[in-house]
């Protein structure tokens, strides 16, 4: 097995969190090649950092339309690579473990569409601003693990992660910093990278919380709320009569209730068969 078969191999065989990297890894080898050919020739232009980059004109862009998913594949400094692919392996991680890998895909590339939207929005609403900043194109895996981070933190809140020197803090603490760090740089610079990183994360999160099958731990609150909902009130009987069927009727709906959304924390919502479903949401109303 020669070296391209080894690498075919471990590409195909790979999990979706690797894979991701080593198309990240190759784009950035070949831009690395192309820039060193490009100082070889005298040439200060890189054809792909120019074909594949998503530029901030809108006029430029519908020149490039594939622009807006390719830039999240392309980066041009080591130092920028390496942070956002230690991110990735982490995060992603994480995410696949309560995800599947077409999902996890999913969340990279629309959290790369969706950052770059709004980069394009941003600057056609607030162009001075990112003139200023000598913004003119967007590149960077970012927007894509923003949307993967911010998922996994709407999905999981009060998942906990251990550091050193401070202890256990819950997913949904950084996930707040991490759009915090975004928010607070936008004028310090950069500020179309941090608009897409923020497009990323609100895709994240609405897709979680939105999304028709996926209805997460927000069951928890959710089931403190049946419970409330449904408890049934303490009566005293003075006339001894026995209690009413629609009392019993309350209990067995509770009863019922309970039943599902254990089964939904243990499995997941995709579990319940239709009826379930149907009875869930006629209780809901």
């Given at each position: ?9 471990r590409f195909?065989?790979a999990?979706?969190v690797e894979?991701l990297i080593?198309?990240?890894?190759a ?6 090649i ?11 232009n890189n ?15 519908l020149?490039?339309?594939?622009t807006?998913i390719?830039?999240?594949f ?5 130092l920028h690579?390496?942070?956002?692919l ?5 995060i992603?991680?994480l995410f ?8 996890l895909?999913n969340f990279y ?9 709004l980069?394009?929005?941003?600057y056609?609403?607030f162009?001075v ?6 913004i003119?194109?967007l ?5 894509g693990?923003?949307?993967?981070f ?5 999905y ?10 401070i202890?256990?803090?819950k997913?949904w603490t ?7 760090i ?6 310090a610079?950069?500020?179309g990278?941090h ?7 609100i ?5 979680v919380?939105?999304a028709?099958?996926k209805?997460?731990e927000?069951?928890?609150?959710l ?5 409330r909902?449904?408890k ?5 009987y003075?006339s ?15 009863a019922?209730?309970?039943?599902i ?5 243990k499995?997941g919502?995709d579990?319940?068969?239709?009826s379930?479903?149907d ?7």
């Open positions: 097995m020669n070296t391209l078969d080894n690498l075919k191999y195909k065989n999990g979706i894979q080593y198309v990240n890894l784009v950035f080898l070949l831009v690395f192309t820039n060193t050919f490009g100082f070889l020739f005298q040439s200060n054809l792909l950092v120019e074909w594949f980059s998503l530029p901030a004109n809108f006029d430029e862009f020149y490039k339309p594939w807006i390719t830039y999240g392309l980066h041009t400094s080591f690579i390496l942070l956002n230690v991110a990735l392996f982490y992603g991680h696949k473990q309560y995800f599947t890998s077409k999902q895909l590339l629309l959290g790369t569409l969706f950052g770059g939207i980069f394009l929005i941003s056609a609403i162009p601003l990112l003139k200023e900043a000598n003119s194109v590149l960077g895996a970012s927007a693990i923003s949307a993967i911010i998922g996994i933190a709407t999981i809140p009060n998942y906990e992660l251990k550091f050193p020197l202890g256990f803090v997913l950084l996930a707040c910093i991490w759009v915090a975004d928010i607070i740089q936008i004028p610079g950069n500020a990278g608009i897409a990183h923020i497009g990323g994360a895709f994240g999160f609405l897709y919380v939105r028709s099958n209805e997460l927000i069951l928890k609150p089931k403190k709320f049946f419970e909902k449904e049934p009130l303490k009566t005293v003075k001894g009569k026995k209690p009413s069927k629609n009392n019993y009727k309350k209990s067995e709906n509770q019922e209730i309970d039943n959304l254990d089964k939904i924390s499995s919502y579990t319940l068969t239709k379930e479903k009875f869930l949401f006629k209780q809901g109303k």
